[in-house]
């Protein structure tokens, strides 16, 4: 079975400096989907950044980046010039259909708390 | 705002009850999911819909039960109600059925159940 693991419960990084947040995961399949989602304190889902299995290319979103290493199983997030407004819970997720049977994996969280 | 609509916000009911949660997707998504996340854990996934049918199950106890009705809408029920079934349930919505597509999610329905 499918598993993601998050093996940072929390991290702390001063405003302006540079964070990486951890997600390794467990499958045996080649075609899939990762995520990371932000969770601040109003418990909203937010979709950070995406990154499909079959893409070498790392995805970027401004401030946000990802090191994706398919061989390896790892999916980082790297957050640069941290903000206040950074701070959250962060979830790194998994999704993928083989034959038609939907999986929607979640890790158990990082909490990002941002110095200033 | 995700276009996603929940309600209640919040529900506080006791144990042995049968409560129901009401999810609106975004205008033009065909796809409705349900997810629960107890205290500081990550999302369990529960069920998908995809235009009114049955389309993925996941972690979802015997005592829910989901419908995704005509007019795209969707409906948690959750029966029996235990202290442990409390948690903040979400519900998303996306386009098409696959993996693929973003989904979107909604603000969330804090359950609590002593």
């Known amino acids: 079975a499918q598993t993601v693991t998050q093996s940072q419960p929390e991290m702390s990084v001063q405003e302006a400096e540079t964070v990486t947040l951890s997600c390794t995961y467990d499958?045996?399949?080649?075609?899939?989907?990762l995520f990371w989602y932000k969770q601040p304190p109003s418990r909203q889902m937010i979709l950070v950044i995406r990154?499909?299995?079959?893409?070498?290319q790392n995805a970027t979103e401004n401030r946000f980046s990802v090191n994706f290493q398919k061989a390896a199983k790892s999916f980082s997030l790297k957050i640069s010039d941290s903000q206040l407004g950074d701070a959250a819970m962060y979830f790194c997720a998994y999704r993928s259909d083989p034959s038609g049977t939907y999986k929607y994996i979640f890790g158990t969280g990082t909490r990002l708390k941002v110095l200033a | 705002d995700s276009g996603v609509t929940q309600t209640p916000k919040h529900l506080i009911t006791a144990t042995g009850q049968r409560v129901t949660l009401r999810c609106s997707p975004r205008?033009?998504?065909?796809?409705v999911y349900w997810y629960q996340q107890s205290l500081d854990q990550g999302l369990q996934f529960l069920i998908q819909?995809?235009?009114?049918?049955?389309?993925a199950k996941g972690n979802i106890l015997e005592r829910f039960s989901a419908q995704q009705f005509p007019d795209l809408h969707s409906e948690l029920n959750l029966s029996s109600l235990e202290l442990g079934d409390s948690a903040l349930y979400f519900c998303?919505?996306?386009?098409?059925?696959?993996?693929?597509?973003?989904?979107?999610f909604g603000p969330g329905t804090r359950l609590t159940v002593t």
């Open positions: 499958t045996s399949e080649s075609d899939y989907y």
């Open positions: 205008s033009g998504d065909l796809s």
């Open positions: 998303a919505s996306s386009e098409g059925q696959g993996v693929s597509y973003e989904q979107y």
């Open positions: 990154q499909e299995a079959y893409k070498q």
């Open positions: 819909y995809y235009n009114g049918e049955e389309r």
